[in-house]
């Protein structure tokens, strides 16, 4: 475990005083009842802390960013950036399930890549950092981890948010589920511009172009739905 805990503070930017809080953080309920006794040893008190600096962190980036909004569009814009998706997607681009302690049962239910204990899994350890080395760390780590689902929330570019609507719009016409292909990529591995392709109904819809796979294919599926509202 020694290791594991070690790749954890690297992946979160912090080095744990007490490393049972961390061990803690990676405890899901079913671990814990299965194996310490009581599913109340596992991480869900850290999530309801995790969960409250979150918000707020959140919330003051986007207060900063949007001067001139009121607070209906700044609610709205922090649910889509802190919902169960955007933290799955942050947990596994940093393959927090992999370091998970997980109950034999909820293993075998495919519970490691779930979403809703994935995203879980990220508020229970930015609550971690906050409770070994308070809010200033937790609120670096929330930036480590979120950076990027924030600047794309902002830029109305979250990945699944295009395209689970393009997904829902084809559904609902009857068609086939979108399929994405990279189809290109330019520049040098340390800023590489990806194009990606959606394909409805064995047709190529629509393209985009971004910094990252996912946000090609989200800038693609908004393309599409454009040309869907047509």
Known sequence: MEKSIEEVEKILGYTFKDKNILVTGLTHSSYANDYLGSSFKGNERLEFLGDAILDMVVSAEIYKRFPEKQEGFLSKLRAEIVCTEALA???DHFKLNEYMLMGK???VKGGRY????TSDLVEALIAAVYVDGGIENAVKTVHRLMDYTIDMG?????????????QEKCQKNG?????????????PDHDKTFTAAVIVEGKELAT??????KEAEALAA???LKILEK
Do not use: Q
């Open 89 to 91: 997607n942050v947990a």
């Open 105 to 107: 049962g909820e293993e």
């Open 114 to 117: 779930r979403h809703s204990i």
């Open 154 to 166: 902002c830029r109305n570019l979250l990945p699944f948010d295009y395209k689970s609507r393009l």
């Open 175 to 187: 068609g086939s589920m979108p399929v994405y292909r990279i189809v290109g990529e330019e520049g």
């Open 208 to 213: 985009g172009r971004g910094k990252t796979k």
């Open 222 to 224: 908004s393309e599409a």
